[in-house]
């Protein structure tokens, strides 16, 4: 019978099906009743519709399995805070006096235009070093000792009336004075080089020198410091190859001894964490860079 609110039942009415099939309820679906939803090879008891780990319950989900409820994400859930041991934090942290480990210094982008001259296109470049200016030492002690002794010469002199000596003291003073400013400026020309493929001296203001050693040819490298080595931070390399005769075997007075070491060695035995490294790095300036 027809609902009394409706218009009357019409056995003839052609939409009379079509009305009650729209207003049919749905039949409630027992979850207990079993795993599918009926019978047939697409709707069987498989692992298609069990409990597995991707629709059960998790971190990144509240539910209660198949209860009939919505899954709802939680935000606060789905981060997992990284997970990082003890031993690679023991590198970051200080010892029992207060000092942190050493790290290997930052790379150079680009050579000098001094540097940039020797080195070849397809050879990738990894830094330039001064000697550090302990190398000095001697030439500026001159100096010092010079300017003191013939200046009180020249004023000794002075006063004796004997103005020939006094002039060739002065004139000795000069010449000390140029040969103190040559020092200095070959220091400053001086350079050790470090690549992918090999090591470099180059040195000298007008003769011009270049001492080199593939680092494929390196047998064995050291370091020595002397107490004076160790207060201010300089030391001597020394560097064997398979060959009798080598170009370049001891560097004196370089900075930095034990970076510049691990520089070298990590060069020589790991190439691939270089490039890694340095492919990082530019990468996070770049992004930098973006920010």
């Not at 009357?8 to 009415?13: E, G, K, L, Q, T």
């Not at 198949?66 to 990284?82: F, K, N, T, V």
């Amino acid at each position: 019978m027809g609902s009394p609110s409706g218009p009357p039942f019409d056995p003839d009415d052609p939409d009379r099906e079509r009305r009650e099939r729209d207003t049919e309820p749905i039949p409630r679906i027992d979850p207990d009743d079993g795993p599918g939803y009926g019978a047939g090879p697409g709707l069987s008891d498989g692992p298609s519709l069990s409990d597995d780990v991707g629709y059960g319950a998790g971190p990144g989900y509240a539910g209660e399995g198949r209860s009939g409820r919505a899954w709802i994400r939680d935000p606060e859930a789905a981060y997992q805070p990284p997970q990082i041991s003890e031993d690679e934090l023991a590198g970051l942290r200080a010892d029992a006096t207060g000092s942190t480990p050493r790290r290997v210094l930052p790379l150079e982008d680009e050579p000098s235009s001094l540097v940039a001259r020797y080195l070849f296109p397809t050879e990738r470049y990894r830094g330039e070093w001064k000697r550090h200016w302990i190398h000095l030492t001697t030439p500026l002690l001159i100096g010092i000792g010079a300017t003191f002794v013939l200046g009180y010469l020249s004023g000794f002199l002075a006063g004796q009336n004997v103005g020939a000596l006094t002039t060739i003291a002065v004139l000795l003073w000069f010449a000390v004075m140029g040969w103190v400013a040559w020092k200095v400026a070959d220091w400053w020309y001086d350079r050790f080089i470090l690549t992918n493929k090999r090591v470099m001296v180059v040195n000298g203001i007008i003769t011009r020198r270049v001492a080199m050693m593939p680092l494929v040819r390196v047998t064995d490298m050291k370091y020595e410091q002397s107490p004076t080595g160790r207060a201010l931070n300089y030391g001597t390399f020394v560097l064997e190859s398979a060959g009798q005769e080598q170009a370049l075997r001891e560097i004196k007075n370089l900075p930095n001894p034990n970076e510049l070491y691990l520089r070298v060695v990590e060069e020589m035995y790991e190439p691939q964490a270089v490039e890694a490294r340095l492919g990082k790095e530019a990468d996070e300036a770049k992004a930098d860079d973006g920010a």
